[in-house]
T-cell receptor, first 110, second 112 residues
């Protein structure tokens, strides 16, 4: 079964608003990664947070990791139409398999 | 700078036919992966190769075989295609485990 599960499954927001999505996972991890997928395209790596880190920033992205709750969140601030995409979390555990969740579909309305 | 290249981009197979999906990366990465993506299921790992000369099963390996031909190339073979293998297949590579992965553009496979 898949390691990570994203919540919500879908999210619709107005341009300029913030978008938050969550990821829960089941077993211990070395790191957690977030990816974006535009319709019909391959996935693009956004950010990686290691198990000993609690928060990480990259441009308009903010990722948190709570290993005690086995959960992570991705915040996109000041969203733009170009942020419309599906977002996936992926966990990297001791077995070195990069396992993905089902994703959150984000729609940014103009 | 091509990154991860998958061929073909589209393929239609008849049930029982065989084919090989090709993947090559030009970034000197050690780790390579094959995933399938189905609607509502996210990406599921079929096989992966942590380094040249090694391959391991992922979540859904049944019906597939892989070959890590060299450091650059990682192919996925369907020996006898079934309609349940209709999916979009993605190849990915990573410098090593513990780092972000780079994805190809995908192969859309339909088995009729």
């Amino acid at each position: 079964s898949q390691q990570g599960e994203e919540d919500p499954q879908a999210l619709s927001i107005q341009e300029g608003e913030n978008a938050t999505m969550n990821c829960s996972y089941k077993t211990s991890i070395n790191n957690l990664q977030w990816y974006r997928q535009n319709s019909g395209r391959g996935l693009v790596h956004l950010i990686l947070i290691r198990s000993n880190e609690r928060e990480k920033h990259s441009g308009r992205l903010r990722v948190t990791l709570d290993t005690s709750k086995k959960s992570s969140s991705l915040l996109i601030t000041a969203s733009r139409a170009a942020d419309t995409a599906s977002y996936f979390c992926a966990t990297d555990a001791d077995d070195y398999k990069l396992s993905f969740g089902a994703g959150t579909t984000v729609t940014v309305r103009a | 700078n091509a990154g991860v290249t998958q061929t073909p981009k589209f393929q239609v197979l008849k049930t029982g036919q065989s084919m090989t999906l090709q993947c090559a990366q030009d970034m000197n990465h050690n780790s390579m992966y094959w995933y399938r993506q189905d609607p509502g299921m996210g990406l599921r790992l079929i096989y992966y190769s942590a380094s040249e000369g090694t391959t391991d099963k992922g979540e859904v390996p049944n019906g597939y075989n892989v070959s890590r031909l060299n450091k650059r190339e990682f192919s996925l073979r369907l020996e006898s295609a079934a309609p349940s293998q209709t999916s979009v297949y993605f190849c990915a590579s990573s410098p090593r485990t513990g780092m972000g992965a780079f994805f190809g553009q995908g192969t859309r496979l339909t088995v009729v």
